[in-house]
């Protein structure tokens, strides 16, 4: 328990219900988006305001920001390893694992991660709440893009993330699901079969893992 202590202080949970509102999430058209060098949309655009802690920066904008980034040259090259950061965190060892965060989100600024523990660093070393707090509205963020992004009651309507490290974080952190009985391939999903929690009520849950399942087959193909 100890280790959601400081999510639960500092973040406002969103309860999800199923009939809450959805954004749609077509790649094709956020492909468009971010890179139309003529639209705000434009996705360098999009990281300036980001890495700039722009509060201004809606659901949508967010969603393209993170999605988008699965349409960078480097997206799964520069997948985060998260083994460092828990293990880092769980020894305490706070300096190390801000340096670890800020090389990690240098090159993947969407990493959930590595925002969540870089929040978590800089409050353990006692920086100002304005320092921290605006990494964990990162996350809060992003996480809210994909909770948004379908209701997980099939893979039609599934969550989608960029990573499969996503799904877990979502499972265990954010609808705090305790126990998972059986993961299987559904398609391009996921699909999990599961405890419900006072925060997902369903017993079974499904992510939408395409994007990195196809940009994997777009790699090998350009190796023949």
Same mark, same amino acid.
């Given at each position: 328990?100890?280790?959601? +202590? ?26 468009? $988006? ?9 996705? &360098?655009?999009?990281?300036? =305001? ?17 999605? *988008? ?10 997948? &985060? ?6 293990? +880092? ?7 190390? +694992? ?10 993947? &600024? ?16 006692? $920086? ?14 992003? =996480? ?5 992004? *379908? ?15 996503? /799904? ?29 929690? $006072? ?11 395409? =994007?990195?399942?196809? =940009?994997?087959? /777009? ?6």
């Amino acid at each position: 328990m100890l280790k959601y +202590l400081f999510l639960i202080i500092t973040l406002f949970v969103f309860e999800i219900s199923f009939g809450q509102d959805q954004i749609n999430i077509n790649f094709a058209e956020i492909k468009s $988006k971010i890179e139309d060098s003529n639209s705000t949309s434009y996705y &360098p655009k999009l990281l300036e =305001r980001f890495e700039s802690f722009d509060v201004t920066l809606s659901l949508e904008e967010n969603a393209l920001i993170y999605y *988008g980034f699965s349409f960078q040259k480097n997206y799964l090259k520069n997948k &985060p390893s998260e083994e460092q950061l828990e293990l +880092l965190s769980n020894n305490q060892e706070y300096e190390k +694992l801000k340096i670890e965060c800020e090389k990690i989100l240098e090159k993947n &600024p969407v990493s959930l991660a590595a925002n969540n523990k870089m929040g978590l660093a800089l409050y353990k070393l006692g $920086k100002p709440e304005s320092e921290w707090k605006k990494y964990q509205k990162r996350y809060r963020d992003f =996480r809210k893009v994909i909770v948004y992004s *379908g209701d997980g009651l099939s893979c039609d309507s599934a969550f989608k993330v960029i990573y499969v490290s996503d /799904e877990y974080n979502i499972i265990y952190d954010y609808f705090e699901i305790s126990k998972l009985d059986k993961q299987s391939l559904s398609g391009l999903c996921d699909h999990f079969t599961n405890e419900s929690s $006072k925060f997902y009520k369903a017993k079974e849950i499904y992510f939408d893992a395409s =994007r990195s399942m196809i =940009r994997n087959q /777009e790699i090998i193909s350009t190796k023949k």
